[in-house]
């Protein structure tokens, strides 16, 4: 079962093992997306949302 609540996050990396899920999957690395701030993960469709207070540099 897909999870639908949101996390929102500091950072533009995350990473999603599908901890909330029962069966979990290989930990993976997401970036969110430079316009939306968000990124969903392909495994167990955890969504990832920029918390919009978040201090995020521009650089690499």
């Known amino acids: 079962m897909a ?3 949101i996390k929102i996050v500091t950072k533009t990396t995350v990473s ?3 901890n909330t899920s029962s069966s979990g999957h290989p930990n993976v690395f997401l970036t969110l ?3 939306t701030h968000e990124v969903t993960c392909p495994y167990c469709s955890q969504k ?3 918390d919009p207070n ?3 540099s ?3």
């Open 3 to 5: 999870n639908t609540d």
């Open 54 to 56: 978040a201090k995020v």
């Open 16 to 18: 999603c093992n599908g």
């Open 33 to 35: 997306d430079a316009h």
């Open 58 to 60: 521009a650089g690499h």
């Open 48 to 50: 990832f949302k920029l």
